[in-house]
């Protein structure tokens, strides 16, 4: 039997993990998850006015099937969905505007876009449809040793390929116009990723997907998914910054030694197995492996800087074209990719805990808004988005893969019992990619102490699972 594992990181992908490897490995598995900052990773929350936001990560896609098991299993609930119209900025007018009347959109973006918005939406349903055979492939046990061989029983060279392109490319060949890329393709990433049409294709199509379909968060934040499956895990966690591993090997199994810093000083502990769901790449963290023949690699690639700005003021909205600021209808901004445009996007926010009593302030009146950007916004980039305002907290993180380095993928199996989680961030990043590829590295790793190989790469997994049923 596995004894004791570590996961290290309590974000969404260690919580997860620690959750599905004790599903998988039985309630007897001892689990530490060591943890340097605050459980929940960037599903973090700020508070204003004794009232608590999201300040990232804050909406999921309807067809996020191991959140919404999460929340069930947790018992949590969906936040009451405040209703609010968006609109895409080009730092000059806006380039599209939603309306009260569904069917008015739809006319105005055919009017505007033609074809393009249906090609559009073909392309990213053909996307999402086959990455929905993830659940069957879990469903059954069946798991995947590399990134490329999980992208490929989905959907093919196809997939793996759409990893290594832009979604400009991939869109302006099924036929969506250069406008239509520009307009709306490029606000969208610059509001999910903060980065620009040359994303690749597949990080494109989950972002798009989100966008379009309809999306919750979770009754008193996200970050309660994370503390509520570590919880149910009943995991040891431990406040402590993991510095690296080091392999020994006893009685021909490897053991990994994980080496900690906490507050009572240095540390170590030994484990059978250790699953890594922090980002391993030097600018993120100061990781070493020892010992380990032939060496773990370093990890190439590099991280988008991005600032979150929770803002409690007076919106200026005559910047906007809104001279009265009563007559300002949209409660999210999206930007197109202008140069002179500093902001990627910006939205009147609503709490983690709405009442039933709660409305969105008018426009007029002091609201909370988020604003993400690349830079810290200086004072009169403030001045620029806001007449005055009582406070501004800023949170700075390196949350995305600067999608443009990437080339390869990274391994999910460092060595025999040795995991990592967050590469999946370079196929796409979300709060369910990243729940898919904690399932998968737990059935990984179960699989693989099993030694049911059986269950590990199939070849051919549509034609098995259809005859299994």
Avoid at 247 to 255: C, D, K, V
Wanted: include cysteine.
């Amino acid at each position: 039997p596995l004894s004791p594992a570590a996961v290290v990181g309590a974000g969404l992908g260690g919580s997860a993990a620690a959750y599905f490897l004790q599903q998988h490995f039985g309630p007897q598995v001892q689990l530490d998850v060591y943890e340097a900052a605050g459980v929940g990773g960037r599903l973090a929350t700020v508070t204003v006015n004794k009232q608590q936001y999201e300040s990232r990560g804050a909406s999921i896609h309807a067809l996020s099937l191991h959140m919404q098991d999460f929340v069930k299993i947790l018992g949590l609930k969906h936040r009451r969905e405040v209703a609010g119209k968006s609109a895409i900025f080009s730092g000059e007018h806006f380039v599209l505007e939603e309306t009260d009347w569904y069917l008015l959109n739809l006319f105005r973006l055919w009017w505007h876009y033609g074809i393009s918005f249906l090609r559009l939406q073909m392309w990213v349903e053909e996307v999402m449809e086959k990455f929905m055979r993830i659940y069957k492939y879990q469903a059954h046990g069946y798991a995947f040793s590399s990134l490329e061989e999980l992208l490929r029983s989905l959907g093919g060279e196809a997939f793996v390929n759409m990893t290594q392109r832009s979604v400009a490319e991939s869109l302006l060949e099924v036929g969506v116009t250069q406008r239509f890329v520009d307009d709306i393709i490029a606000a969208v990433l610059r509001s999910s990723y903060g980065q620009s049409v040359l994303v690749p294709a597949f990080a494109g199509a989950m972002s798009l997907a989100g966008a379009q379909g309809s999306t919750w968060a979770v009754e008193g934040g996200n970050k309660l998914v994370c503390s509520g499956l570590l919880k149910l895990t009943k995991a040891n966690v431990i406040s402590a910054r993991v510095t690296g591993i080091s392999l020994h090997s006893s009685e021909g199994r490897a053991l990994y030694q994980v080496h900690y810093e906490s507050t009572e000083g240095q540390g170590s502990a030994f484990y059978d197995m250790v699953v890594v769901t922090t980002p391993l790449h030097p600018s993120r963290s100061n990781f070493t492996f020892e010992n380990f023949d032939p060496p773990i690699a370093d990890f190439p690639g590099a991280f988008q800087p991005s600032v979150t700005s929770v803002v409690h003021g007076y919106l200026n909205s005559s910047y906007f074209g809104f001279p009265d600021p009563k007559l300002f209808p949209f409660t999210s901004v999206l930007t197109t990719d202008t140069p002179d445009l500093f902001f990627h996007a910006m939205d009147n926010i609503c709490p983690v805990n709405i009442s039933a009593a709660f409305r969105r302030k008018q426009p007029q009146e002091a609201a909370v808004w988020r604003v993400l950007s690349q830079q810290p916004l200086d004072k009169h980039q403030l001045k620029t988005l806001f007449r005055s305002y009582y406070s501004v907290q800023v949170t700075e993180w390196q949350t995305y893969p600067r999608y443009d380095a990437a080339k390869a993928l990274p391994p999910i199996v460092l060595h025999e019992n040795l995991f990592y989680l967050s590469g999946v961030e370079w196929v796409a990043s979300s709060m369910e990619m990243i729940a898919v590829a904690a399932k998968n590295v737990a059935l990984l790793a179960y699989n693989r102490w099993h030694q049911d190989l059986e269950k590990i790469d199939q070849k051919d997994l549509m034609h098995k699972v259809k005859t299994e049923l």
